[in-house]
């Protein structure tokens, strides 16, 4: 028994010599912290290195050298805090910056949630297969020509898609048809400066959890849809930049949780519910008729009206906006007297432009 007890305390005082000897055989840095970097994850990320042209080295934190082991500590990339796959991909940067691969990913990373390549993607390659074998894929950020849309299709938890300014889009039809084969479950898609002229498509009717819809400068053209007044789940809206003419009053109706709306087209009622609505722009644009009635539209802080074709008296409503901050409306062709009553509540107003409005006159009583 005695001898137990000795053999067991002779092991205990060893156990310090053994710890030092696994530690420092184990895959720790020389620095004490913990390589946390999944191998075939590192091995797919260094084989994409090799595969870009890298012209301003944003990239010299990817390597095999002993001090960039754990790639989740490179540039660009997000590791699960938890599992310590790579979930995020960011080589978002200058759009001078170059990369031309036929990209190597694969399913290799299989675990992303997070891919941005935007404008440091000057993608010709043959095939974005790859794409579609991250299943987990949530938040997409591309610059790809409108050809390899279609290799875009099985991310199905995809929420979030960006791909602005897509100076590669040769046929608009081929990104209308891609989407409308695409989930509905989308919440996030920007599609700012890529050309699709003519009416909004209805590819967007069944995206019931859309929250935000970027489509300004796409060459819009016609009324906006009625189906717009049902996408209850939208929060953000720019239509700017188009050629959109119509009843803005169907567009807006049913849109309660809108936080912003620019450049929307022709307002032909008088009396817009927007009870949360934030932020109203619809400045530089072709906008006719009178100001519509605002008084339910309570939480707007700034109204942005300035540089339309507006006409009439300005409603009286505008007394009882008393959380708005900014009030443009100059450049119009408004008329008549802008009384106290239109100041009746604005206790916030930091700016107002009435400028550039021949027939209208203010009377304030400066008391």
Not at 209 to 220: N, P, V
Not at 222 to 239: A, T
Request: hydrophobic residues 40%; proline residues 5%.
């Amino acid at each position: 028994m005695i001898r137990k007890m000795i053999t067991r305390m002779k092991l205990f005082q060893l156990l310090p010599l053994f710890l030092v000897l696994f530690f420092e055989h184990s895959p720790v840095a020389e620095s004490g912290n913990t390589i946390r970097c999944i191998e075939k994850e590192r091995q797919a990320l260094l084989k994409l290195k090799n595969e870009l042209i890298n012209t301003n080295a944003r990239l010299s934190s990817w390597g095999d050298e002993e001090t960039k082991t754990d790639c989740c500590k490179w540039r660009g990339i997000h590791c699960h805090n938890r599992t310590n796959h790579v979930t995020r991909l960011d080589l978002r940067g200058p759009s001078e910056s170059t990369y031309d691969p036929n990209p190597p990913l694969r399913g290799n990373l299989s675990n992303l949630l997070y891919l941005d390549l935007h404008d440091d993607y000057d993608c010709y390659s043959e095939s974005l297969d790859w794409v579609s074998n991250l299943r987990l894929l949530e938040y997409l950020d591309l610059t790809i020509p409108s050809y390899l849309l279609p290799k875009i299709n099985g991310s199905s938890s995809l929420a979030i898609l960006d791909i602005p300014w897509n100076w590669y889009l040769t046929s608009p039809l081929t990104l209308i048809s891609w989407f409308s084969n695409f989930s509905s479950r989308h919440k996030d898609i920007n599609l700012n400066g890529d050309s699709m002229p003519g009416p909004i498509p209805n590819v967007f009717e069944n995206m019931i959890f859309l929250q935000h819809l970027d489509l300004s400068g796409t060459d819009l053209e016609g009324g906006i849809p009625k189906y717009f007044g049902n996408m209850s789940s939208l929060m953000y809206l720019d239509l700017s930049a188009n050629y959109l003419t119509g009843e803005f009053f169907e567009l807006t109706k049913n849109l309660s949780g809108l936080i912003e709306t620019i450049n929307c087209g022709s307002i032909q009622d008088d009396y817009l519910q927007l009870p949360y609505l934030c932020v109203l722009d619809l400045s530089s644009n072709r906008i006719m008729g009178p100001v519509p009635d605002l008084s339910v539209s309570s939480s707007l802080k700034e109204l942005l009206l300035e540089d339309n074709m507006f006409s009439g008296n300005l409603t009286e409503s505008i007394g009882g906006l008393s959380k708005l901050e900014v009030l443009w409306i100059g450049s119009n062709f408004l008329e008549g007297i802008i009384t106290e009553v239109h100041m009746l509540n604005l206790y916030q107003l930091r700016i107002l432009d009435l400028s550039t409005n021949l027939f209208l006159t203010v009377k304030v009583n400066p008391d």
